[in-house]
Nanobody, 121 residues
Framework: QVQLVESGGGLVQAGGSLRLSCAAS????????MAWYRQAPGKQRELVAA???????NYADSVKGRFTISRDNAENTGYLQMNDLKPEDTGVYYC???????????????WGQGTLVTVSP
């Protein structure tokens, strides 16, 4: 069974830091783009950051300069380092990955279960 498992969420004060992890497991040949989305209470899910297999990144304007997305291709794991957190960063953070499965090379887009990040003033 192919799955994404996130970890690293929690409660932090404004100005603090958290590091989220997203581990992909199962019959995976490779991973194309990995991304982090978040959904604040009462709002739509939005893209926070994305990284291609080659390492190209893009960020939402609201997190540029504060968040860093990275990945370890050998471990099929993605990360989101979040610094200088603000109360408006509060929400459920979801990992998303475009997978190529083994041995079929079939494509599969997968979501993690989400991890809650709460930033207090």
């Amino acid at each position: 069974q192919v799955q994404l498992v996130e970890s690293g969420g929690g409660l932090v004060q404004a100005g603090g830091s958290l590091r989220l992890s997203c581990a992909a497991s199962g019959n995976i040949f490779s991973i194309n783009t990995m991304a982090w989305y978040r959904q604040a209470p009462g709002k739509q899910r939005e893209l926070v950051a994305a990284i291609t297999s080659g390492g190209s990144t893009n960020y939402a304007d609201s997190v540029k300069g504060r968040f860093t997305i990275s990945r370890d291709n050998a471990e099929n794991t993605g990360y989101l380092q979040m610094n200088d957190l603000k109360p408006e960063d509060t929400g459920v953070y979801y990992c998303n990955a475009d997978l190529v499965l083994a041995p079929t090379h079939r494509y599969l887009e997968l979501w993690g279960q989400g991890t809650l990040v709460t930033v207090s003033p």
